[in-house]
């Protein structure tokens, strides 16, 4: 359904052939939507009419849209790349476990994760992998970008980022328990700042900040080793 922002009035409806639990998206002119079935939909922002009804194999986990083209992850251990235009594939990736959440991009790159527990950045063109990287964890949810890096969740209480140019390790982010929704990166910061709603069976919810540290924290100097003692007084001569 398209729901007026102002008041709530219904602007379109369409029937879906199966039932839709990823979250549509939005690009240029169009909203698509995924259903259970494998079928991926798009249809007119303004009217809801269809324009053109594609499929994937399994059944989709995740779904990001660009003007020109679409990213789905699915369960038959693909991620695909489908025209804008007309639904059609332009490329389709395997991977070792169903693709989890929505991927995310850069100007060239695609990022998404998978159950086999890995991180991968491929091109947006061709689908030609830039660099792979295993997690230590299992991911619940797709990558977010924050300034220069990747933050990767999992079931461990803990936030991994990796460099997004190769995907090495840059750090890793303690919480305060499971996290208890999607981690969001703050946008319009100086510097890469992430709130991160975590919970504990004793402690109740926690709402934590994060942000990029870019001094290193202040730690007491020790004494030398074998100090050199000068004397008291020191004599000058020409």
Request: aromatic share 6%; hydrophobic share 45%.
């Amino acid at each position: 359904m398209a729901l007026s922002a102002a008041d709530g009035r219904l602007i379109w409806h369409r029937d879906l052939p199966s039932r839709a639990r990823v979250q549509p998206a939005l690009a240029a002119d169009r909203v698509y939507v995924a259903a259970d079935d494998g079928r991926i939909v798009a249809l007119r922002i303004d009217t809801g009419v269809p324009v053109w009804e594609s499929r994937v194999d399994g059944t989709p986990t995740g779904l990001l849209a660009l003007a020109d083209r679409l990213f789905i992850g699915s369960t038959d251990n693909f991620f695909y790349c489908m025209s804008a235009a007309n639904g059609k594939w332009d490329w389709r990736w395997r991977t070792g476990a169903d693709v989890v959440g929505v991927p995310v991009v850069d100007e060239r790159t695609v990022y998404f994760v998978s159950l086999d527990n890995v991180l991968r950045a491929l091109s947006q063109k061709s689908g030609v992998q830039q660099w792979v990287r295993a997690l230590p964890l299992r991911p619940t949810r797709g990558p977010i970008v924050a300034g220069g890096s990747l933050v990767v969740t999992g079931v461990a209480p803990s936030l991994r980022a990796y460099k997004i140019s190769d995907g090495s390790p840059v750090g890793d982010m303690a919480t305060a328990g499971e996290l208890a929704a999607p981690v969001y990166a703050i946008p319009g910061s100086p510097l890469p700042t992430l709130l991160v709603v975590s919970r504990d069976l004793v402690s109740g919810a926690t709402m934590t900040l994060f942000r990029r540290q870019i001094e290193p924290t202040l730690t007491p100097l020790a004494p030398l080793a074998n100090p050199i003692a000068l004397p008291a007084k020191l004599e000058i001569r020409n």
